[in-house]
């Protein structure tokens, strides 16, 4: 009896010892394919996997949070691949906090905030959603290799890679400038098209970093960050759209001649010094027709709602209609300054319409771009949709309007509903002096409205 008891006792033991074996087998198996997938998965894979995440979440499957955070964390130099020959730097910075990553885009004094940052695999997607689109990348031992893409994945993607622990932006100068290119010029955009477009440049220059901006009718480039080394002058910037590149050369008399590249086309330029560079007044370049003297519409907002001139909303206020759409960074330039002015403003008795022009016009897409644009830049004013992102659109929507120029255009109306002025463009916070000027006649322009 005792003999065959010891004998069943044996037989369960081996049974459970090779269970236990079998299941570090198949555990270390596991392991061993996952750790696979993190260097193969390729990146083309991404797009099904990180549409499952929600936003705001931060996924690292099999690799320790702090492990991923301290080789993200920093401070990054990336590189836009343009066309063959041609690139494009950009710096950015990717911070942690509670072990969220959020990055922001460098260009100049300006730190540009990016979308949600989503890890995959070994793959990091960050988003970019004012304007739709995601820097995708692999992950390699403190370097990023991917593209730049659209979140619907449609079009052509454009080839970047990243170095971490780079906070220059162009090779750094291996020569001293001949010139400082400080000041203000006179600039002639040569368009494909036969047509010149006249700008005003604002160059300032420290030893051999230089930022600058161009103005034009319709707005300014917003902030440029480069480097000068003997004659040859190079700017970029990227905000989340379209990378974008100067280059250029100053000669011993200071004037200037380059070209404006991006992944399209390049538009040569020529700039000429003059302290005195001006355009024209931006108060004078949009009309209504004559015979009119208000503005009449009616348009819905993203939730079908019916937004009219005539709304008892707007009835013996005065009130400022901004024309613009959520995909334009002159627009978001304005909506930074306008979003916080409404809330410190509005109990005064004056109101701010949102008419936007926008790329769909399809119900979902319009409350995607709107919410957004709304939580972003802190909007509570009204935003209705005015139509497709089109200056002939704007026309046809509003005819009343002589012309449209520009997104953006704002308006001024009295406690009537009588058109007051009129104001084409917008010059931001990159253009200094200027966006201090326009900030001081706007509310100049709402105190004698308000009067």
């Known amino acids: 009896m005792y003999l065959h ?84 730097p950009f710096n950015f910075i990717i911070h942690e906090k509670d072990s969220v990553l959020k990055a922001f885009l460098v260009n100049g004094e300006e730190r540009f905030p990016t979308g949600d940052i989503r890890i995959v695999d070994d793959s990091i997607v960050i988003a970019l959603p004012l304007f739709d689109n995601e820097l995708a990348f692999k992950i390699e031992d403190n370097a990023l290799t991917g593209v730049l893409r659209r979140q619907d994945l449609r079009g052509t993607a454009t080839p970047v890679k990243a170095k971490k622990g780079m906070a220059y932006r162009f090779n750094e100068a291996s020569s001293s400038p001949i010139t400082d290119i400080s000041g203000t010029y006179d600039v002639v955009f040569h368009n494909s098209n036969g047509k010149e477009e006249k700008a005003v440049g604002i160059f300032k220059q420290k030893n051999g970093i230089v930022t600058a901006t161009f103005l034009r009718v319709t707005g300014d480039s917003r902030f440029l960050e480069g480097v000068i080394e003997d004659n040859v002058i190079r700017l970029s910037s990227f905000i989340g759209s379209s990378p974008v590149l100067y280059e250029a050369k100053v000669d011993n008399n200071g004037r200037i001649q380059g070209e404006n590249i991006n992944v399209r086309a390049s538009t040569p330029f020529t700039a000429v010094p003059n302290a005195e560079a001006s355009l024209p007044d931006a108060y004078s370049l949009t009309r209504l027709k004559e015979g009119n003297d208000r503005l009449v519409f009616n348009f819905k907002d993203a939730d ?37 002015w409404y809330k410190a403003n509005r109990d005064r008795g004056i109101e701010i319409i949102g008419l936007q022009y926008e790329r769909q016009t399809d119900s979902p897409f319009v409350k995607k771009v709107f919410d ?20 002939q659109v704007v026309l046809a929507s509003l005819p009343q309007l002589e012309q449209f120029l520009s997104f953006p255009t704002t308006i001024f109306v009295d406690k009537n509903g009588k058109v007051k002025k009129i104001h084409t463009g917008f010059s931001g916070p990159a253009t200094g002096k200027h966006y201090t000027a326009f900030i001081n006649d706007f509310n100049a322009e709402v105190d004698a409205l308000l009067k």
């Open 304 to 340: 079908g709602n019916i937004v009219s001139s005539e709304d008892q909303k707007f009835r013996g206020k005065p009130f400022i209609i901004t024309i613009g759409g959520t995909w334009c960074p002159n627009c978001m330039d304005e909506a930074a300054f306008l979003g916080p």
């Open 5 to 88: 008891v010891q004998k069943i006792f044996l037989l369960l033991s081996f049974i459970v010892s090779t269970q236990i074996s079998a299941q570090k087998i198949v555990s270390r198996k596991v392991s061993d394919e996952s750790e696979n997938a993190l260097t193969k998965r390729p990146i083309e894979q991404l797009a099904s996997a990180t549409k499952k995440q929600t936003p705001n979440q931060v996924v690292y499957p099999m690799i320790t949070t702090k492990a991923v955070i301290g080789e993200l964390t920093g401070s990054w130099r990336g590189v836009f691949t343009l066309k063959p020959g041609v690139e494009a």
């Open 372 to 391: 957004r644009f709304r939580k972003h830049y802190g909007i509570e004013y009204t935003l209705a949709l005015g139509g497709v992102a089109d200056k």
